[in-house]
T-cell receptor, first 114, second 117 residues
Framework: TQLLEQSPQFLSIQEGENLTVYCNSS?????LQWYRQEPGEGPVLLVT?????EVKKLKRLTFQFGDARKDSSLHITAAQPGDTGLYLC??????????????FGKGTLLTVNP | KAGVTQTPRYLIKTRGQQVTLSCSPISGHRSVSWYQQTPGQGLQFLFE???????NKGNFPGRFSGRQFSNSRSEMNVSTLELGDSALYLC????????????????FGQGTRLTVV
């Protein structure tokens, strides 16, 4: 079973602060996806990282895939109240034949206070 | 391009009843997955349908079932509802046309909030 552990589970910070959330596993993934979910809505895909060591930037968000493709991190610079939401990581893994599966972590609930 | 549409958005049912939820995927997406989301358990995978066949299944009791139609639209059914079935049910569609990345990237609907009383 491919499990993804996210930490911290909850994070409450002030506007302007920096933060990092982590997504760890003992399994290797073919790709790692990050989603953000706002209250009352479904998760929205932010980014997909594919190559070990890959770094992708999306404005103030920086995503990194671990060299061994077992872990990932999301760093937010100068957080804003609009960044508030549940951040979910999801690992894609090969499950046989032409079948790939996606497994989700439980998420990090981020609150950015003005 | 239209996103994933789930109906209804909200539902209140009584214990013991059954419920059917509907999901219309993004045009061209052949895979539809269903998830249950609760504060304590997070996002839990129910099942995935691809080309009208159930391709993957999570660890939920047989009361939870689904199907997919030839136009890729999907329905999920829960029979004999229990209080613990109260949750946000999310549907996600993906291209899933074969091997490789960008095939499992999930596009979620807004969900159906089910309350069992």
């Amino acid at each position: 079973t491919q499990l993804l552990e996210q930490s911290p589970q909850f994070l409450s910070i002030q506007e302007g602060e920096n933060l990092t959330v982590y997504c760890n596993s003992s399994s290797v993934f073919s790709s790692l996806q990050w989603y953000r979910q706002e209250p009352g809505e479904g998760p929205v895909l932010l980014v997909t990282v594919v190559t070990g060591g890959e770094v992708k930037k999306l404005k103030r968000l920086t995503f990194q895939f671990g060299d061994a493709r077992k872990d990932s991190s999301l760093h937010i610079t100068a957080a804003q109240p609009g960044d508030t939401g549940l951040y979910l990581c999801a690992g894609e893994f090969y499950s046989g034949g032409s079948n790939y599966k996606l497994t989700f972590g439980k998420g990090t609930l981020l609150t950015v206070n003005p | 391009k239209a996103g994933v549409t789930q109906t209804p958005r909200y539902l209140i049912k009584t214990r013991g009843q059954q419920v059917t939820l509907s999901c219309s995927p993004i045009s061209g997406h052949r895979s539809v997955s269903w998830y249950q989301q609760t504060p304590g358990q997070g996002l839990q995978f129910l099942f995935e349908y691809f080309s009208e066949t159930q391709r993957n299944k999570g660890n939920f009791p047989g009361r939870f079932s689904g199907r997919q139609f030839s136009n890729s639209r999907s329905e999920m059914n829960v029979s004999t509802l229990e209080l613990g079935d109260s949750a946000l049910y999310l549907c996600a569609s993906s291209l899933s046309s074969g091997q490789g990345v960008w095939n499992t990237e999930a596009f979620f609907g807004q969900g159906t909030r089910l309350t069992v009383v």
